[in-house]
């Protein structure tokens, strides 16, 4: 081997070395050590009401595990743990950057107890972004706000305290939740006592006062300012704008084959029944009762929405309308029939029978993409209503009661959209690990933030979601079931109508609308983002379409489907990823990047030793003799 070569392979060996060591370090986590703290806005309870007061966030992001630490000082009301886990989530999510690598450490420091929960949402996300990505926030502005799905701000309590706070502090700009600007207030003597006089000609002897909060900052001289959006934030902290993306949501070729099919099946059943109907032959006229003739007119015009939705490739929305309409024919095919106690017994146990076998089937599914996961969702719950209508039309068939027809056809037709979802399956996306464990520790994270969000909103309303309180308590039993996956999607279900409830208050019905276009745009975004990933959430999708099928004929149905689609489109933060991507950097990456540095050197040496070897053994050979020649050289 000669010197050329083995000079060549040493500088080969240091590039490969390099080489390795600049791909691990460019794939590792941009933030190796951060500090940096926020301003909040608070609410503290005394005698007089609710006093707003300020208190201050710090962060440290430090490399480790993913873990979250959290002290308070004074120790919070409400637990903030959660609403900070969330938040923290949603700011990585924001980034899209794989913070399992990184611990954060959270202080909150107050001069007196404060109610918490995650009302502080919105500066956590902030200031956790604001660290991870290195930009700097404009210290006299602060910001209340929950943060939810789809990095909407959400609403909280005491804003006109939390603004009188901020101008005693004399910041320059309080950011509120977009639809929070008129609130309803109890007037208090002790608010803003260290402002000047102008103040005091807002101080109104009413008990309750309806005040426009921007207005009211006008004239004590602080900016108040609406945002909608984690984006509008951060605009509002550096001025700078982040998102500048044009998210439309194109619909996935998986899902429009497979929706597609699930609602021309559906719709074409609805044809089927509806011949089946205009051919039945009734022996007795008498069961035909006065409510048949608008049972089957309203069928007919649920099939036809159906069909016109699926010309507009809005599937999900066909599939439903046509579910309608086939419950409706089905139930007028069970009247006609006019089966005896035998003979409906006899059908229930056929269709209990089916429902098992697709059950068992069901639950041996592999979920491995967050479309598995969501079509074992909806197919489970499809399969547990018609368990429950079958049971119930079994109660029915007992007693004699005429509601058996529609409940039986209920059963019958949610077991037949079961079958349909079940098509979902199998298709290609990105993978996760999605074991038993995982979706176990996701269903208790989700219950807990729906429990969190609801002692919030109870706290400030008290017994205005008493429904939800049952929702939460049907997800928690599904827990103690071991039925995770239903668990899971029962509190994501609870939360969004949690949602949807504490976004509305105070608005009125003519911001409903813009309330829902920013919902739907949030959807959208999300929506956009998983499937830039390689995710496609059809549940997400779907409810984000029937929700704008609904905007026009009933608006709050509408906000509902947008929350459920929110919170459907952002599972996957939950979950790690199947295989472990470039950017992720810990402690097995620090046994590859030394190891490989390690290997590098050692070939390194190893070339240089082979050089000196050779060399030595160069010198070690005896030269050839020469004949001497001599040189004759004339003088000058």
């Given amino acids: 081997m000669n010197s050329k070569r083995l000079k060549k392979i040493s500088i080969i060996g240091m590039i490969t070395m390099i080489t390795i060591m600049l791909m691990i370090l460019a794939s590792a986590s941009p933030v190796l050590a951060q500090s940096g703290s926020i301003k909040l806005l608070a609410v503290s309870e005394s005698t007089g009401g609710l006093v707003g007061s300020i208190a201050h966030l710090y962060l440290d992001i430090e490399p480790g595990q993913g873990r979250i630490f959290i002290d308070t000082l004074p120790t919070a009301k409400i637990d903030t743990q959660l609403s900070t886990r969330f938040a923290k989530d949603m700011a990585c999510k924001y980034l899209n950057l794989d913070c399992s690598n990184l611990d954060f450490f959270y202080t909150i420091r107050a001069d007196s107890p404060i109610v918490g929960g995650p009302s502080a949402g919105a500066a956590i996300t902030t200031l956790t972004i604001s660290l991870l990505e290195g930009i700097d926030l404009d210290e006299d502005t602060v910001i209340t706000g929950t943060i939810n799905s789809g990095e909407l701000i959400g609403p909280v309590g005491g804003v006109k305290e939390k603004i009188d706070a901020a101008a005693r502090e004399n910041l320059s700009k309080v950011l509120i939740p977009a639809g929070e600007r008129h609130i309803n207030y109890v007037n208090s003597t002790n608010s803003m006592n260290n402002t000047n006089n102008r103040n005091n000609q807002n101080n109104r002897n009413n008990t309750n006062n309806t005040l426009d909060v921007i207005e009211y900052g006008q004239i004590i001289g602080i900016d108040v300012v609406e945002v909608s959006t984690i984006d509008d934030v951060l605009y509002h902290y550096t001025g700078k704008i982040f998102d500048e993306s044009d998210d439309n949501v194109s619909i996935s070729p998986m899902y429009k084959d497979t929706m597609g099919f699930l609602a021309e099946s559906l719709c074409e059943r609805s044809i089927d029944l509806k011949k089946q109907v205009s051919a039945y032959k ?355």
Wanted: net charge neutral.
């Fill in 282 to 636: 009734v022996s007795d006229i008498s069961i035909i009762d006065a409510d048949f003739s608008e049972d089957k007119k309203r069928a007919e015009n649920l099939t036809q929405e159906g069909i016109d939705a699926f010309s507009q490739d809005t599937f999900y929305s066909a599939a439903s309308y046509c579910f309608g309409a086939n419950v409706r024919y089905k139930s007028l095919i069970y009247k006609m029939r006019d089966m005896d106690r035998e003979e409906a017994i006899s059908e229930i146990e056929d269709i209990k029978e089916e429902v098992e076998d697709l059950k068992k089937e069901v639950s041996n599914r592999e979920i491995r993409t967050i479309t598995d996961l969501q079509a074992y969702m909806i197919v489970m719950d499809r399969i547990e209503e018609a368990e429950d209508y079958l049971n119930l039309s079994r109660i029915n068939a007992n007693n004699n009661s005429s509601r058996l027809p529609d409940n039986l056809a209920f059963a019958l037709e949610r077991y037949n959209s079961a079958i349909s979802w079940s098509k979902f399956f199998g298709q290609k996306g990105k993978r996760f690990r999605i074991s038993d464990a995982e979706i176990m520790r996701s269903c208790i994270n989700k219950i807990s933030e729906a429990e969190e969000h609801h002692s919030y909103i109870d706290y400030l309303f008290s017994g205005l979601l008493a429904d939800t309180k049952k929702e939460i308590s049907n997800a928690r039993k599904k827990y103690n079931n071991e039925e995770y996956v239903l668990c899971l999607y029962k509190a994501t279900l609870a939360k969004a109508n949690i949602g949807v409830v504490s976004s509305t208050i105070g608005i009125e019905k003519e911001g409903l609308q813009d309330l829902l276009d920013r919902k739907l745009k949030a959807a959208e975004k999300s929506i956009a983002e998983q499937q830039d990933g390689g995710i496609f959430p059809i549940l997400g999708y779907s409810y984000y379409e029937y929700a704008q099928s609904l905007r026009d004929r009933d608006i709050f149905s509408a906000l509902l489907y947008s929350e459920y689609a929110l919170e459907l489109s952002t599972l996957d933060i939950y979950f790690e990823p199947e295989k472990i991507s470039l950017g992720r950097f810990n402690s097995s990456d620090t046994v590859i990047f030394f190891s490989g540095m390690a290997l590098g050197i050692m070939f390194a040496v190893m070339v240089m030793v082979l050089e000196k070897v050779n060399n030595w053994r160069k010198s070690k050979r005896k030269s050839p003799k020469h004949k001497k020649i001599k040189f004759k050289f004339r003088k000058k």
